[in-house]
């Protein structure tokens, strides 16, 4: 497999490197699921800092392979990561640059590759991963809000933008509830196909619209209603339900819809 041996290619190359101390993988290489189409995931950890610097995370990534496109993941929030493209084999690589301090907080448990003197081995054994969860509150805080300015751009007919919102809806919020249900990790919709039971994975369908009004306020409308049944599943009553806003954005949807 091709990110097995361009694992192994970086291991032989890191060993040598006195700034080095360690190589791990993560993502589907934990779970032993990685197929022809997943990338990889490999954290570097190293004596003296090498991220944010985005030249020298780059000239790094260089000494790996062919390496015919970088950048680092700002967007995402992480800018200790490097998003690579390698050429010969084609091969999606995310390079993590982190300390050993750092190691300490992650989300997984990395396999690890390379470990001088043992050292990312005595982190993972003394320290556990914190996923970070989506906050209930923070949801519903928005929930209706979001809804209202997706109705707007229907009414308005910017479709595209209606479009992307339940994208966004599905990623932020129903996704990430769906897998808590199921006992998976909230990643958003990574992996909805295979990891949530079929009937929760239909219902997810029917937020998908086409571009089409009438598709688009049925999509939005099962979004609501899947939201709803999630919302009294998932949550406690510590979560204070925003009964008014919801009443007057279901309001503006019948006005909106007859």
């Known amino acids: ?122 982190i993972l054994d003394n320290s556990k991963p914190q996923f970070p969860f989506p906050d209930y509150q923070w949801i519903e805080d928005r929930f209706w809000t979001w809804i209202h300015y997706a109705l707007l751009k229907i009414g308005r007919g910017e479709y595209f933008e209606a479009l992307d919102f339940l994208a966004f809806l599905r990623g932020t919020v129903l996704g990430p509830l769906l897998h808590i249900k199921s006992k998976n990790l909230p990643r958003g919709v990574r992996k909805v196909e295979t990891d949530l039971q079929q009937k929760d994975l239909d219902v997810l369908k029917g937020t998908i619209a086409a571009y089409d009004k009438q598709s688009l306020i049925s999509a939005l409308q099962n979004s609501i209603q899947l939201y709803r049944n999630l919302r009294e599943e998932l949550f406690d009553n510590t979560i204070v339900v925003n009964t008014r806003a919801e009443q007057e954005v279901m309001k503006y949807f019948a006005q909106l819809t007859n």
Request: hydrophobic share 45%.
């Open 1 to 122: 497999m091709i990110q097995i041996d361009f694992a192994n290619r970086v291991k032989k190359i890191l060993e040598d490197d006195e700034n080095v101390i360690g190589l791990a993988a993560g993502g589907s290489w934990i779970d032993n699921a990685m197929d022809e189409f997943s990338d990889l995931d490999l954290v570097i950890v190293t004596h003296k800092k090498i991220a944010p610097d985005k030249e020298h995370m780059i000239e790094f990534a260089r000494r790996l392979g062919d390496c015919i496109s970088g950048f680092t993941g700002d967007h995402v929030g992480e800018p200790r990561l490097l998003i690579c493209l390698y050429s010969d084999p084609l091969l999606h690589v995310d390079l993590k640059f982190v300390t050993l301090d750092e190691f300490h907080h992650r989300v997984e448990n990395p396999v690890i590759l390379l470990d001088k003197g043992e050292k990312l081995k005595a």
